[in-house]
T-cell receptor, first 109, second 114 residues
Framework: GQQVMQIPQYQHVQEGEDFTTYCNSS?????IQWYKQRPGGHPVFLIQ?????EVKKQKRLTFQFGEAKKNSSLHITATQTTDVGTYFC?????????FGAGTRLAVHP | DGGITQSPKYLFRKEGQNVTLSCEQN?????MYWYRQDPGQGLRLIYY???????QKGDIAEGYSVSREKKESFPLTVTSAQKNPTAFYLC?????????????FGPGTRLTVL
């Protein structure tokens, strides 16, 4: 079946440093979505990538979809304490979305 | 105010008791899902439903049951057969089961079994 690996599992950074999380699939994906879950909260949709090599930006967040549509990344420039939370990738492959294990980001002021 | 609601926010039960978690949506979505999240862990799919009166087991369905008698409602019962039920339970919905559809999550229910 479809497997997705998200790395790292956990990262802590100093405020102002950059952060990147990666999502890697064993199979070619039709699309990939990214979600953010604040501590104590629920996952909230951030963005969807569909095209090979696609890059999308949301303020300090940059999302990329690999050329082979097997991997994706989320990069945050100059992290802020409001970026704290867990970031999940959710690749679309077979008949429904599946969620990666998530990367937990801690930001120290 | 459209959205997806779960109640209660916190739930305490004694070991051996069945408990039902509520999930309601007014987004007119066909698909609904239940996930379990343990501390510091990802989301594990328990059950999902594509349409009324139809539902499928997810990755960890043992010890759980669901029903989908109405489009708006997808209650989850945690039975006494579930060996370690203490967890954070999240309900979600989407327009359809298609992987391109966004999932909208409820606020979750924290279940503690004493």
């Amino acid at each position: 079946g479809q497997q997705v690996m998200q790395i790292p599992q956990y990262q802590h950074v100093q405020e102002g440093e950059d952060f990147t999380t990666y999502c890697n699939s064993s199979t070619t994906l039709s699309n990939i979505q990214w979600y953010k879950q604040r501590p104590g909260g629920h996952p909230v949709f951030l963005i969807q990538l569909v095209k090979s090599g696609e890059v999308k930006k949301q303020k300090r967040l940059t999302f990329q979809f690999g050329e082979a549509k097997k991997n994706s990344s989320l990069h945050i420039t100059a992290t802020q304490t409001t970026d704290v939370g867990t970031y999940f990738c959710a690749p679309g492959g077979y008949n429904k979305l599946i969620f990666g294990a998530g990367t937990r980001l801690a930001v120290h002021p | 105010d459209g959205g997806i609601t779960q109640s209660p926010k916190y739930l305490f039960r004694k070991e051996g008791q069945n408990v039902t978690l509520s999930c309601e949506q007014n987004l007119n979505h066909d698909a609904m899902y239940w996930y379990r999240q343990d501390p510091g862990q990802g989301l594990r799919l328990i059950y999902y439903s594509q349409i009324v009166n139809d539902f499928q087991k997810g990755d960890i369905a043992e010890g759980y049951s669901v029903s989908r008698e109405k489009k708006e409602s997808f209650p989850l019962t945690v039975t006494s057969a579930q060996k370690n039920p203490t967890a954070f339970y999240l309900c979600a919905s989407s327009l359809s089961l298609a992987a391109s559809d966004t999932q909208y999550f409820g606020p979750g229910t924290r279940l503690t079994v004493l």
